[in-house]
């Protein structure tokens, strides 16, 4: 059995770096690899078939271990089964410095030709680079399973039509495991594409014979026809959302466009939480110009002014993006007008309930929510999205940190959202309305569904920022 004089240098080294910083990691515990050839035990030539002066190759496979060990060796290919014996045998010998992915040790499946040549070449301490061992390759994951994403009872009302796009990893098992959304038209609508992935099944990857982890990127698709035949028109979808085309008195809307224009990203109002918990309903109009690039710009509360209904509704409106209107091919500004009316849950539950009215229903009937440190896995973002800076606010600071209280609900929606403070309640309004799009991971306790309390950190700046923190 022969050991490597390079791996032993190897081994010099990574000691001379802990001598250095002990506390530091090896060069190869913060590295992924391949599993390397530390022993090796040449093939014994069997003497009839050498006497008789017969040549041969046999292809091997075989694991290596998390500890380096040989494993399960096969033989996949010869020219010669009398080589078989000889050319398992010495592969079940040799020794790996293990394999490692993510950082940490792996099993892995690999390959290596084991050739029976005349004369014997003088090999002493390791095979010619074309005969050393390598890594099988991996076989991507094959869908086995695709389910349909169902679309939310309490928004078939609403016709929307969204696209939610996300990462994921499939496991060893054939499940969709961890998973990222890259991007939704509508976050409303990730709990739904998050139920669907659960039913997804795979053939998983492989490595070899070693199931492994996989990642895939893939999209759903949300659409519904609208009930009443009378809204099936781009006049009766806006409608259907609350919004409308406001012309001036004595003008049609022919005057302002020829084309009206389409939703592309909704983003609902929040349900002031006091006033949510209070079952204080309520009912707000906005009016705004829908540029031509199809974004809400100058937007005035037409009721409720200066009132958190309003401030919600305005920060809402902000966040919306559109298909712009259209007058002879081009886009154009129009002027539209926004009506939004917060409802109460009802004193039964229905099949259309709301997510909000499920939670308030499990607070009144005395479930505590959980706190994030009980939980059986950490609470993190699938998806976030940067606070709309309020163009009303004009003297306001350039960025601000704003604290926001909410309750992750057990799909991993954010619910009853509320700042504390902030330079201006358009800025606090703008970083709730910006956190309640986030989606997380669905909390679970004890292994079952749970509401968490947390707080987020929330940045409104005037370019786009990002989520910055999350309390437990």
């Not at 030539?45 to 998390?66: C, D, T």
């Not at 060893?172 to 991007?183: D, M, S």
């Not at 139920?195 to 895939?216: M, N, S």
């Not at 009912?283 to 100058?298: I, M, N, Q, Y």
Request: net charge neutral.
């Amino acid at each position: 059995m022969l050991k490597f004089p390079g791996m032993v240098g190897l081994a010099c080294t990574l000691f001379m770096l802990n001598i250095v910083a002990a506390d530091a990691p090896s060069l190869y515990e913060t590295m992924d690899g391949d599993p390397a050839l530390q022993e090796w035990v040449k093939p014994v030539y069997p003497p009839e078939l050498k006497a008789s002066q017969v040549r041969g190759e046999v292809v091997v496979f075989f694991q290596v271990s998390e500890t380096g060990e040989v494993r399960s060796v096969r033989v996949n290919k010869t020219t010669d089964e009398r080589f078989n014996a000889a050319a398992t045998e010495a592969v079940a010998q040799w020794k790996f410095l293990p394999g490692r992915k993510d950082k940490k040790p792996a099993a892995m499946a690999m390959r290596v030709r084991v050739v029976f040549r005349l004369p014997e070449p003088n090999y002493k301490l390791r095979p010619p680079d074309p005969e050393m061992p390598a890594k099988l390759p991996v076989k991507s994951a094959e869908p086995k399973l695709r389910a349909e994403a169902l679309y939310p009872d309490y928004l078939l009302e609403r016709a929307i039509e969204a696209r939610v796009d996300f990462e994921f990893e499939v496991t060893p098992e054939g499940r969709v495991g961890t998973r990222k959304v890259l991007g939704c038209t509508d976050a409303k609508f990730i709990p739904a594409a998050m139920d669907a992935l659960d039913r997804w099944t795979f053939e998983p990857a492989r490595q070899g014979d070693i199931p492994t982890v996989d990642k895939k990127r893939s999209a759903l698709g949300f659409a519904v026809e609208v009930s009443d035949p009378a809204k099936n028109n781009s006049a009766g979808l806006l409608e259907l959302n609350g919004f409308c085309l406001a012309p001036e008195e004595g003008r049609t809307a022919t005057y302002y466009c020829d084309r009206l224009p389409r939703a592309r990203a909704l983003v609902d109002p929040v349900y002031p939480a006091a006033r949510a918990l209070a079952d204080e309903a309520g009912e707000v109009a906005v009016t705004f110009t829908l540029t031509k690039d199809g974004t809400p710009s100058r937007i005035v509360a037409e009721t409720h002014a200066g009132t958190d209904w309003a401030y919600s509704a305005m920060a809402a409106l902000a966040c919306c993006q559109f298909e712009p209107a259209q007058q002879s091919g081009q886009a154009v500004d129009v002027p539209m007008r926004f009506v939004w009316k917060f409802s109460p849950a009802a004193s039964v539950r229905l099949a259309n309930e709301k997510p909000l009215d499920e939670l308030l229903r499990r607070i009144k009937a005395g479930e505590k929510t959980s706190s994030a440190k009980t939980l059986d896995q950490p609470l993190k973002p699938v998806w976030v999205v940067a606070a709309k800076y309020p163009e009303t606010v004009i003297d306001g600071p350039a960025s601000a940190t704003i604290k926001v209280s909410c309750v992750v609900d057990r799909k991993g929606r954010i619910q009853l959202a509320t700042f504390s403070e902030a330079p201006s309640p358009e800025l606090g309004w703008a970083a709730v309305t910006a956190a309640s799009q986030y989606a997380f991971n669905r909390p679970v306790a004890q292994g079952s569904p749970t509401d968490v309390r947390i707080a987020l950190s929330v940045v409104v700046e005037r370019k786009p920022a990002a989520l910055s923190s999350i309390s437990r």
